[in-house]
C-alpha cells in the first residue's frame, strides 16, 4: 500500500497511489463512501471517517491506527470498486507532481543516520573496510519537502550535498527496542533525500544540526510505502542521478548496521512517537550541487524524486 500527501485548496490529503492510473484515491473520502455503500447515512459517515482516518497527515493516522488496519480495510474496498463504480470521482485527485507534498507529514522526531555506509565504491578483491560507530544528528521536521520541490540551495554555503536514503517510518510509539523486536515497530519505508552543507557545519564547531536543517535540506517521498510490501529493506538498489549522470549507485545491503541495530540504538536513548522519521545513511558517491542543477534520487520499490536546485535567496 502506497500513500501520498496531495495539497489541495482544503489542505493536505492523504491519498492512495499506484492504484489508479494518473490518480490519486482519497483515503478519507473513500473511507466515506464505503460507510455509505454500506447504508451508513452520509453525516455519520463523514463523523465517522474523520475519527477513523485523520485527512492529512501520517503521523496523526499512525497515532489513531499504528497498524493502519481501517486504512488497509478502506484501501481494499477501493481496488474492489474500481470496476464496479462505485469510487465516486469526488473520491480522486489529480497526480500532478508539483501538488505532491511530503508523505510523512510533519513528525516530533527527524533522525540522520552519519556514517553508516563505506566512504567509497569497494574495489574488485579489497576487503570491505571496517565498520564505523553508530552515530547520527536530528534534522529538523521543518526542513521537509515534497517530492518534487524546489531544493532551496543557501547564500552561505558552497557544499550542498543531496544524499539519496531509505528512510524508516515508526508505527506504534516506541521506546526500548532491541534487535529482535524492531521491526515490528516499522509502519514503512520512504525515499528520502538527506541535504547536508558540510562548509556550515564546520563554521559550527563541526556541528550538523545547522547544516542539515536548512528549507528544503529533507526532500522525501513520493510515497509513504507499508513494511509489507518491502520485505527486505537490506537489499534495496539506491540511485543518485544529477543533470542526468549518475552520481550514486548503492544498496542497503552495503548498511554498516542494520535497521534493527539503529533502532535500538536510537530508542535507547530517546521514544520515537508514530510517524516518527529514521534515515538509514547514504551510499558513497554523493557531492555538492549548484542552482540550475537537476537531482532526482531513487530508492528501489520506494519511487523517484526530482527536485531543481534554485537560490534561495
Avoid at 493516522?61 to 478502506?74: E, G, H, I, N, S
Avoid at 538498489?237 to 542494520?258: C, K, L, Y
Wanted: hydrophobic share 40%; net charge negative.
Amino acid at each position: 500500500m502506497k500513500i501520498a500527501s496531495r495539497r489541495t485548496p482544503f489542505g493536505d490529503r492523504l491519498c492512495f497511489a499506484e492504484v489508479v492510473p494518473h490518480q490519486l484515491i482519497d483515503v478519507q473520502a473513500a473511507a466515506v463512501r464505503c460507510l455509505e455503500t454500506q447504508g451508513v447515512h452520509r453525516d455519520d459517515a463523514l463523523a465517522r471517517a474523520r475519527l477513523d482516518i485523520p485527512s492529512g497527515d501520517l503521523p496523526a493516522l499512525l497515532r489513531a491506527d499504528p497498524r493502519l488496519t481501517a486504512v488497509r480495510r478502506v484501501f481494499d474496498w477501493s481496488v474492489e470498486q474500481l470496476d464496479s463504480g462505485d469510487l465516486h470521482a469526488d473520491c480522486l485527485w489529480s497526480d500532478v507532481m508539483e501538488r505532491l507534498g511530503p508523505p510523512v507529514g510533519r513528525p516530533h522526531t527527524v533522525w540522520c543516520m552519519l556514517a553508516n555506509y563505506p566512504r567509497r565504491p569497494a574495489a574488485p578483491g579489497v576487503e570491505r573496510p571496517p565498520r564505523r560507530g553508530l552515530q547520527g544528528c536530528l534534522k529538523a521536521p521543518g526542513a521537509l519537502a515534497g517530492p518534487y520541490d524546489d531544493l532551496r540551495h543557501p547564500v552561505i554555503s558552497e557544499q550542498v550535498a543531496p544524499e539519496m536514503e531509505l528512510a524508516v517510518v515508526i508505527g506504534p510509539r516506541s521506546r526500548f527496542l532491541t534487535p529482535d523486536n524492531a521491526l515490528r515497530a516499522v509502519a514503512g519505508y520512504v525515499g528520502f533525500c538527506d541535504v547536508g552543507s558540510r562548509d556550515v557545519a564546520e563554521l559550527d564547531n563541526h556541528r550538523m544540526d545547522r547544516g542539515k536543517g536548512f528549507d528544503t535540506y529533507g526532500i522525501c517521498g513520493p510515497w509513504f510505502v507499508t513494511a509489507d510490501e518491502i520485505p527486505d529493506p537490506h537489499a534495496l538498489r539506491i540511485r543518485q542521478w544529477v543533470n542526468g549522470e549518475p552520481r550514486q549507485d548503492g544498496s542497503t545491503a552495503q548498511m554498516f548496521h542494520s535497521i534493527p541495530e539503529q533502532l535500538a540504538w536510537l530508542t535507547a536513548a530517546l521514544t520515537l512517537a508514530p510517524g516518527d522519521i529514521l534515515s538509514t545513511g547514504t551510499p558513497p558517491g554523493h557531492g555538492p550541487v549548484h542552482p540550475g542543477d537537476l537531482v532526482r534520487g531513487e530508492v528501489e520499490g520506494l519511487g523517484a524524486v526530482e527536485n531543481h536546485v534554485v537560490l534561495d535567496d
